[in-house]
């Protein structure tokens, strides 16, 4: 079972608003809007997704990754290192303001591992 099945519709209601987003964008430039309206759209849009996907990579920190840890070994390695990279493949913008202090403790690795 996926570690986000309680949250699922939640998630599911999250990604259709990112949809109708795109679908608005694909209007847009359809009806030619001016370009800076289209941007400023496409970044709602990547904001949106962004959020969903921290939502998404935190719950599964807070989880599976944490439920491993406990185990240790070899896999709980694997699984930190695998969502370290997903957090650092897409999550630059976040990654800079962490390193600006603009994260709560509770989304800390070392708060889910109690150390």
């Known amino acids: 079972m996926a570690s986000y099945s309680n949250r699922k519709q939640d998630y599911l209601a999250r990604l259709r608003r990112v949809e109708g987003q795109i679908r608005g964008l694909q209007r847009m430039v359809e009806d030619d809007k001016y370009c800076i309206d289209v941007l400023t759209q496409v970044s709602a849009a990547t904001k949106a997704l962004q959020a969903f996907s921290l939502s998404l990579l935190e719950e599964h920190l807070g989880t599976c990754v944490v ?3 406990r185990e240790g070994g070899e896999q709980a390695q694997i699984k930190v290192r695998e969502a370290s990279d997903a957090r650092q493949d897409g999550h ?8 600006a202090g603009d994260r709560p403790a509770e989304g800390r690795l070392s708060y889910y591992l109690g150390s």
Request: aromatic residues 0%.
């Open 67 to 69: 439920d491993v840890a």
């Open 92 to 99: 630059q913008d976040h990654a800079a303001r962490t390193a």
